[in-house]
């Protein structure tokens, strides 16, 4: 595969979400036909919190392609059901379950990326909801290995924690095992969480890693947003037909800060719609302007 290039910089990744049904080695093989190089999954069902077997044998093909074909880290994803700060605690003990099985799982993928979205504390209060997430990351992390963990930046809608770098920074502060931490950015629910990716990406990077550090950003849910900024509302929409709109999402594609990170798409789109975004993001970085 052509390698996606920033002119003299690192590569991007570039991909989307895609179904496990057919097996590990077949969303490979999808992502092949669809021209990226990498993608993301839900390691379980994103509603019900039922999970797919593993079948070592595909898991070991999928890894096999992966290095044939140059792909970047994958970036698998919780379910939603999963909230590791409920006020209710059988809803929390499931979502521990969830981590820990999960992360089991991911060790049959070493290299890649897990990603959740931190929770919502239903009522506690931000800061129980900080030490509840913190606790069942350093309970869950000794019990696996070779998984990176990404907190997912959140719109901060309801009682969501994640929708300021500050919360995911307390976080992280908080938990033992911090080189297995990192953070996704999405780029819709920082914008609906009011940080002006748009007018002023550069701020938005500078401050991030100034909470946070850049060297833990680890990959960006690449997202258009029906919302204004700082509506807080999470509504994700196809590139450039959004309220960022098409020229600030292609500046944050080619800024130097997210070089060698992989893009994963959760655009409203059918097959086609993924495969011509891929597309419009390689043009981009192949000309590097």
Known sequence: MRQLLLKGRKMIYIG????VADGYE???RTM????GNTFAWFTRNPRGGKSKPLDPADAEALGLLLREEGFGPLVAHASYTMNLCSAKETTRQNGFDMLLKDLQKMEALPGNLYNFHPGAHTGQGTEAGIAQIADALNRALPESSGTTVLLETMTGKG?????????????????????????????CHVWDAG???????????????????LKRLRAVHFNDSKNACGARKDRHEKLGQGQIGMD?????????ALAGL?????TPNDEEGYIREIRTVRGWMESGE
């Open 195 to 213: 940080y002006d990716i748009a007018g002023d990406l550069d701020g938005v990077l500078r401050e991030f890693d100034s909470v946070i550090g």
């Open 16 to 19: 989307c979400h895609l179904s």
């Open 262 to 266: 992989p893009f994963i798409l959760e």
């Open 159 to 187: 009682t969501e924690i994640g929708g300021r770098f500050e919360e995911l920074r307390e976080i992280i502060d908080r938990v033992s095992c911090k080189d297995r931490l990192g953070v996704c950015l999405d780029t």
């Open 32 to 35: 092949r036909r669809f021209g």
């Open 26 to 28: 077949a969303m490979g």
């Open 248 to 256: 600030a999402m292609k500046r944050i594609a080619l800024h130097p």
